[in-house]
C-alpha cells in the first residue's frame, strides 16, 4: 500500500478527520467510505489511465470521492459544481467515469459510468495492492490568467513526493486542524485536503458562502480550534487582515501558507505583525504539482523583495539565458522546473506540452524541465528572489514596471485596505498604470493618495488613474481578476 492509499489509515481510528456543518467523519469512516466507493469504482471500470471527473458540493462526499479514486488506481478530476454548466462539461472533457451525487446527477454527463457517491451500491472488484507510481494521479486545469485553461496530467509519484514534503515542511501530525480554503477545481484543495488526513489530522470544510464572510470564517476558526491554513492568496490574506477582530481571530493560527501572488503588498503594509504564527511563502505552478519551492518569512520580513526560498526535496529550480544556458548567481534568468514534481503534460495538447516541457540541458538523459516564464535570481544564500512574469512586463516610458511595488506603498496609507495595479493604454498608444483601492476612500482625494506614493516611488511608477472599488473582483481560485479589472478601467 502506498502513500496515496493511507488517506483515514494514518491518524487514530477514533479521532476526527473530516468536520463539515453536517457533521463529523473519523479517521475509520472515512477509511471505510473511501474503502467501499473504491471499490465500487473498480468496478465500472476506474483504474490506471482511467480519468474519473468528481462533480460534488464542498463537503465529506468530496473527500471520500477523491481519496476513492486514488484507492480504486484511478485519477480524478475535480470540478467546481457552482461554475456554469457548460463550463463544467468543458473541463470534464476527457473524464471517462462520474463520482457526483443524486442531486447533481444527470447535469454533467460523460462518456462512461456514472457514480452516485451516496448510493448503496455492494462492493464489486477487489483494489490493487499497489498502483504504478507513473500512473496519472489527477488532471487540473490551469487558472487561465496566461490562456485558456488547459488540463494538467499529474502522476502518482509527483503527488505522493510532494505530499511527504507538505507534511515534513509544515510540521503536520495528528494534532494538525487544518482549514480548507481553496474552491474545488483547483490544485491547491488537493494539499488542503490529502495533507492533513495523511498526517492523521482534520480538515475542516465549510460551505463557500461562510469562507466569504469574514466573521463567520473567524467563528469557525474559534469553533473548531483551526491551527493551519494550507492554501491561501495573499489578496484574501490582506483582506481578511482588515476586518474588525482578525488579530485575536488569527491568534491561534500556527501556520498560513500563502501562494499565487506576490507577497511584497501584504508584508509591505505590516500585515506580518497581524500573524504571530508561522508565514510560508509558496512558489510553483500546476505544472509541477502545486508546490516547487517555499519561503519561511520571518517575523521582520524584508518587505522590498518577492523571496520565494528554496526548492522541495526532489525539485530542481534553474535560471537560464533564451539560450538554456545557466545564468550566475545574482543575475536575472528564467525560472525552469525539473525533478519529480515535473508533471507529464498538457491533455490532448501534445505542441502546447512540446513548448513548455522541454529537456535538461544539464540533467540525466531523458529530464526534463517545465518552462515557467517567470524571472527571478538566487541571492548568496541560495533563496530566489521571484521577479515578476517575462512575457507579461510592464514599460512606462522604457522603465519595466512592477505592479507589486506600487501596490505596496498605496497599502501603507492608513485608509487604503485593497490595492491592485494594472497597465492600461491611451488614444496615442502610450501605457500607463491605474490604481485600483478600496477601503474608506470617500474623503481621500486622488491628490492625496499621489502624495502618499510621491514619498517613496519615482514619476515613472505613480499611477495615472485612480478607480475605488467596495471590493475587488476575483477568479474562482482567490486571486484578484486583473483581466476584469483592466477591462472595467478602459
Known amino acids: 500500500m502506498d502513500t496515496l492509499d493511507r488517506i483515514g489509515l494514518a491518524g487514530h481510528p477514533d479521532r476526527p478527520a473530516v468536520v463539515t456543518p453536517d457533521g463529523v467523519l473519523t479517521h475509520a469512516e472515512l477509511a471505510s467510505r473511501v474503502d467501499r466507493l473504491a471499490r465500487v469504482l473498480r468496478g465500472r471500470g476506474v483504474g490506471p489511465e482511467v480519468v474519473c471527473g468528481i462533480a460534488l458540493e464542498r463537503g465529506a462526499d468530496a473527500v471520500v470521492a477523491m481519496a476513492a479514486v486514488l484507492r480504486a488506481g484511478g485519477a480524478f478530476l475535480t470540478v467546481d459544481t457552482e461554475l456554469p454548466t457548460k463550463r463544467v462539461a468543458a473541463l470534464l472533457d476527457g473524464a471517462r467515469a ?50 485558456t485553461p488547459n488540463g494538467v496530467l499529474v502522476e502518482r509519484r509527483s503527488l505522493e513526493s510532494y505530499l511527504r514534503s507538505a507534511v515534513r515542511d509544515n510540521d503536520l501530525g495528528p494534532d494538525t486542524v487544518a482549514l480548507q480554503l481553496a474552491p474545488p477545481g483547483y490544485d491547491a484543495s488537493i494539499r488542503d485536503t490529502l ?180 524571472l527571478a535570481r538566487r541571492r548568496p544564500d541560495g533563496v530566489l528572489e521571484y521577479l515578476g512574469r517575462n512575457d507579461r512586463q510592464i514599460k512606462v516610458r522604457g522603465h519595466r514596471v512592477d505592479p507589486a511595488e506600487v501596490e505596496a506603498v498605496l497599502l501603507t496609507h492608513p485608509a487604503v485596505t485593497g490595492a491592485a495595479v494594472t497597465p492600461a493604454t491611451d488614444d496615442q498608444q502610450r501605457v500607463y498604470l491605474v490604481a485600483h483601492v478600496t477601503g474608506e476612500l470617500a474623503q481621500v482625494r486622488d491628490a492625496a493618495l499621489r502624495a502618499h506614493l510621491a514619498d517613496s516611488l519615482p514619476p515613472h511608477l505613480m499611477p495615472r488613474r485612480f478607480t475605488r472599488l467596495d471590493r475587488f473582483p476575483t477568479t474562482r481560485s482567490g486571486k484578484v481578476d486583473r483581466v476584469a479589472l483592466a477591462g472595467g478601467a478602459r
Open 98 to 147: 462520474l463520482v457526483t451525487g443524486r442531486g447533481l446527477a444527470g447535469r454533467f454527463p460523460v462518456p462512461g459510468p456514472t457514480v452516485l457517491v451516496d448510493e448503496d451500491a455492494d462492493p464489486v472488484a477487489p483494489l490493487p495492492e499497489r498502483t504504478d507510481p507513473r500512473s496519472l494521479a489527477y488532471v487540473s486545469h490551469t487558472s487561465g490568467s496566461t490562456g
Open 195 to 374: 495533507a492533513p488526513l495523511l498526517a492523521g489530522g482534520r480538515v475542516v470544510v465549510l460551505p463557500r458562502s461562510a469562507l466569504m464572510r469574514p466573521q463567520e470564517l473567524f467563528a469557525a476558526v474559534a469553533e473548531h480550534g483551526v491551527d493551519t491554513i494550507l492554501s491561501t492568496t495573499p489578496s484574501f490574506l490582506t483582506f481578511l487582515s482588515r476586518q474588525e477582530g482578525a488579530a485575536e481571530a488569527l491568534r491561534g493560527v500556527r501556520l498560513v501558507a500563502t501562494s499565487g501572488e506576490s507577497l511584497r503588498p501584504f508584508l509591505a503594509a505590516g500585515g506580518r505583525a497581524l500573524l504571530p504564527g508561522r508565514l510560508v511563502n509558496q512558489y510553483g505552478p500546476t505544472e509541477c504539482t502545486m508546490t516547487s519551492t517555499r519561503f519561511e518569512v520571518p517575523a521582520r520580513p524584508e518587505a522590498d523583495a518577492d523571496l520565494v526560498g528554496t526548492p522541495l526535496a526532489g525539485v530542481v529550480v534553474r535560471l537560464l539565458d533564451r539560450e538554456l544556458r545557466p545564468v550566475p548567481d545574482g543575475e536575472v534568468g528564467e525560472v525552469h522546473l525539473g525533478g519529480v514534481g515535473v508533471a507529464r503534460g498538457y491533455a490532448g495538447r501534445p505542441g502546447l506540452t512540446a513548448d513548455r516541457f522541454v529537456p535538461d540541458p544539464c540533467g540525466e538523459p531523458g529530464a526534463r524541465l517545465y518552462r515557467t516564464g517567470d
